[in-house]
């Protein structure tokens, strides 16, 4: 099964381009990476998905390595309310609809 | 469009008593998904949607049962309340295309049994 591997927590200045870092070693070729954040215990809100190119969105970019084993979510220009708990995210299984695993993400802490 | 509404946003639940959290989405979704999250930990799916009249188990299913009758609504049903189900619970859905499946969150319902 497809999991995830985030440190528990990060810090950054605010201004500066965070970057948050991702193992994902066991994920299958076909399957995407995808980025969520959760504020204060709200609902997770999406970020970013990727499956082999680099993704670049309004919120976010997405860098996936060439051999797809990991992934780095930066935040180009992080302000206090980008701190939040990020999720790396890959599907469990294939023949499991679309389960997902969550893990227990990075909680990024942006310093003003 | 509203998105993914959730009720109640709290309740508190005496052990053994039973309820329903709602969960509604006028995306017009096919799939549906109820997790847990439990404090200072990731989500975990309990049962999840494929479509209207197909429901299956995920990740943490027992105590919980689900029932998918229209496109938009996926109720999640307690029906002996126990302590261990203290927890917050999201409601998401999901359109998934070209083998990408985005999901969007609902607000959460916290529960308290007690």
């Known amino acids: 099964d497809a999991k995830t591997t985030q440190p528990p927590s990060m810090d950054c200045a605010e201004g500066r381009a965070a970057n948050l870092p991702c193992n994902h070693s066991t994920i299958s070729g076909n399957e995407y990476v995808y980025w969520y954040r959760q504020i204060h215990s709200q609902g997770p809100q999406y970020i970013i998905h990727?499956?082999?190119n680099n993704e670049t969105n309004e919120m976010a970019s997405l860098i996936i390595t060439e051999d797809r084993k990991s992934s780095t979510l930066i935040l180009p220009h992080a302000t206090l309310r980008d701190t939040a708990v990020y999720y790396c995210i890959v599907r469990v299984g294939r023949n499991t609809g679309n389960q997902f695993y969550f893990g227990t993400g990075t909680s990024l802490t942006v310093i003003p | 469009n509203a998105g993914v509404t959730q009720t109640p946003k709290f309740r508190i639940l005496k052990i053994g008593q039973s309820m329903t959290l709602q969960c509604a989405q006028d995306?017009?979704?096919?799939?549906m998904y109820w997790y847990r999250q439990d404090p200072g930990m990731g989500l975990k799916l309990i049962y999840y949607?494929?479509?209207?009249?197909?429901?299956d188990k995920g990740e943490v299913p027992n105590g919980y049962n689900v029932s998918r009758s229209t496109t938009e609504d996926f109720p999640l049903r307690l029906e002996l309340a126990a302590p261990s189900q203290t927890s917050v619970y999201f409601c998401?859905?999901?359109?998934?295309?070209?083998?990408?499946?985005?999901?969007?969150f609902g607000p959460g319902t916290r529960l308290t049994v007690l």
């Open positions: 995306m017009n979704h096919n799939y």
């Open positions: 949607s494929v479509g209207a009249g197909i429901t």
């Open positions: 998401a859905s999901s359109y998934p295309l070209g083998g990408a499946d985005t999901q969007y």
């Open positions: 990727g499956l082999k």
